[in-house]
């Protein structure tokens, strides 16, 4: 457990003396919120202006999806570059 405790100090070490990699650490949380309460927001103003009852929440999975393979991606990216 001691030497986990170690590697992961190294790598939110290394994260924050790169200036690079904050953004992409950053980022996934940034969609995310983004996503959770921007989508709403605009489907409200989508539905008022179309008329339909329903625009965007059809495709709230598929948000999740994207978002989901969004915070992979990055995490992977983060990892080879620390290796």
């Known amino acids: 457990m001691k030497a986990v405790l170690m590697s ?8 924050f003396s790169d200036i690079m990699l ?4 950053v ?4 969609c995310g919120v983004a996503f959770h309460y921007g989508i709403p927001i ?3 103003i989508l539905v008022n202006q179309l008329n339909r009852p329903h625009v965007l929440e ?3 999975l598929i948000f ?3 978002m989901l393979c969004w915070r992979l991606c990055c995490f992977v990216l983060l ?4 290796l």
């Open 58 to 60: 059809p495709y709230y």
């Open 79 to 82: 990892v080879l570059w620390l």
């Open 64 to 66: 999740d999806l994207v």
């Open 8 to 15: 992961y100090r190294r790598m939110v070490r290394e994260t």
């Open 22 to 25: 904050i953004p992409v650490t």
């Open 42 to 44: 605009v489907e409200k």
């Open 27 to 30: 980022a996934p949380f940034l």
